[in-house]
């Protein structure tokens, strides 16, 4: 059980569970794409889009993990720590996305949401931010910083995504979200603190259940209607670190990722 549960603006905590945030919300006539589905909070994310009534697409790099979490829904989310999994996999998925998204919401007149899974570990990110001159130098690889970078990368593409589709006057918001702090299998690669998880875990981790609640809140609470560029916690705005905020570093990421993905 999370020991910190006081609410925000919201009505939501810490404590708030993905089901008790959108208790009473109808998704039905709505389509998902959730990455990473088949194990942890994102499959917790998706058992509860679809008990609103959301259409669920499951994005998942295992297909037969995948068939095997639908009727489970037990295992535990894995993350990878690389620069190109956590963030050019998503750039690329969002960026041949975008042109159906837009169309389907002139289309139907429903906002369309983009939500961006970060992490408070962004903070662990290097002093420039992005090392764009040395994203794949082995030689000074660091698991945090390389963690960090990648979680940053998350937020930084959701503010130029949100600028560029204000700019296009479209109802699609985007907004990135740090689930709370849980044990996952990151924490099988850190030794003693993985032993440390299991001893302690259960006073100050969060639950899968309340893990995926900030997502599931961004994705379908009326309260996020219109909200875009933004970094949620606990289900509220957060306050992500000033490299997260500068647009400058947004616009010369969202230029390398375009690149990167769509190579000449």
Known sequence: MWIFGSKGPSGFSSSSTAEEVTQG?????????????????????????????????????????????????????????????NHLGHFLLTDLLLETMKNTARESNTEGRVVNLSSEGHRFASSEGIRFDKINDESGYNAWSAYGQSKLANILHVKELARRLKEDVVEITANSVHPGAIR?????????????????????????????????????????????????????????????????????????????????
């Not at 990455?35 to 609103?52: K, N, P, Q, Y």
């Not at 970094?231 to 306050?239: E, H, P, R, V």
Request: some cysteine; proline content about 3%; hydrophobic content about 40%.
């Open 25 to 85: 919300i109808d998704g039905t006539g709505l389509t998902a794409i959730v990455t990473g589905a088949s194990s942890g909070i994102r499959m917790e994310t998706t058992r509860v889009l679809a008990l609103r009534g959301v259409h669920v697409i499951m994005a998942v790099r295992n297909v037969d993990a995948g068939i095997m979490a639908t009727p489970f829904m037990l295992s535990q989310d894995n993350i990878e720590m690389q620069f190109a999994t």
């Open 184 to 264: 996952t299998n990151l924490s099988r690669h850190l030794g003693l603190m993985n032993s440390i998880g299991h001893i302690v875990g259960k006073f100050f981790l969060k639950n899968v259940q309340q893990g995926a609640a900030t997502t599931c809140y961004v994705a379908l609470n009326p309260q996020v209607k219109g909200v875009s560029g933004e970094y949620f916690f606990d289900c509220n705005i957060g306050n992500p670190s000033s490299k997260a905020k500068d647009a400058d570093l947004a616009k010369r990421l969202w230029d390398l990722s375009f690149n990167f993905t769509n190579p000449k």
